[in-house]
């Protein structure tokens, strides 16, 4: 391993827009620091640390008071530095896991009193799974009794042929970051309308994190008109996140200047209010 990587800005600025009472940050990340929490081996780039303290010192400078935080590949299937968040803001934030398809039902069972309620499957290049998508369908069963649903992070083509086979998830379906279309396609392009077609379904949901790194424009304009479409047409099955600490992307996105997007993407105080509080509040089961 050479050199650190640096994924986030350390200063980033002040929004002007003010989010809600129990706004959530619905996903982010935390790297370490590695000296407690080590990296898997197998790794191909080292961060530079995002440890707790830089993500509640983010959330309280943004005035986010709820989050979700997801395990990281960095740290592969040891998910205790998401516990040892979890613990230190009991209650305001919860996780979703990485895991086994063979994770039991007594290991799900005490993850979920850990605060984790979900379990994440990544079908893009850079990141590996070794899980065939029958154990995958299978593992949902023994995650339905604890109101858990499934989040899955796949490459924009990839929504054609697993539409079909996510529908047989036994619990709800989160998808990652606006299904990781390329903004620049528009939404007329056959992967955005796919994801359209999949969130008819009742069971999916969509997170419209990541404007920034659908989006090759600055300040993202494409990518936000394909967020907007989303929670015009998905309102009540809609979260939003600031994917903090920004790993794998194109450049360091401004997490003040992502929080001043949501009004964009969600236009009205309603919206705001469900995209940011109660859906979140719902999905995730905040005390």
Known sequence: MTSLIQTY????RKP???????????????????????????????????????????HDSLGIQRCVIVQTALHGFD?????????????AYLGVALASAKTTSAQIAEMDQQGFRAIRFNFMAHL???DSIEDILELTKR????????????????????????????????????????ASLGANHADFQGLLKLLDDPHFYVKVSGVDRISKMHPYEDGISLAKILVDEFTDRCVWGTDWPHPNHHHIPDDGNLVDL?????????KVSKLMVSNPGKFYRFE
């Open 79 to 91: 998910n205790s530095v998401v516990v040892d968040a979890m613990q230190a803001r009991k209650g």
């Open 262 to 270: 949501i009004p964009r993407i969600a236009d009205t105080t309603e």
């Open 128 to 130: 590996k799974n070794s």
């Open 143 to 182: 995650m339905e009794p604890f109101g858990w649903h499934l989040q899955v992070h796949f490459s924009s083509d990839l929504v054609h042929s697993l539409a079909p086979l996510l529908k047989k998830s036994a619990v709800p379906v989160m998808v990652d970051h606006v299904g990781r279309v390329d």
């Open 9 to 12: 800005l350390t200063n980033p």
């Open 16 to 58: 002007a827009f003010v989010l809600p009472p129990n706004a959530c940050d619905a996903h982010c990340h935390i790297f370490g620091p590695a000296s407690q929490f080590p990296y898997v081996k197998e790794r191909s780039w080292t961060p530079v640390d995002a440890g707790k303290e830089a993500l509640f010192a983010l």
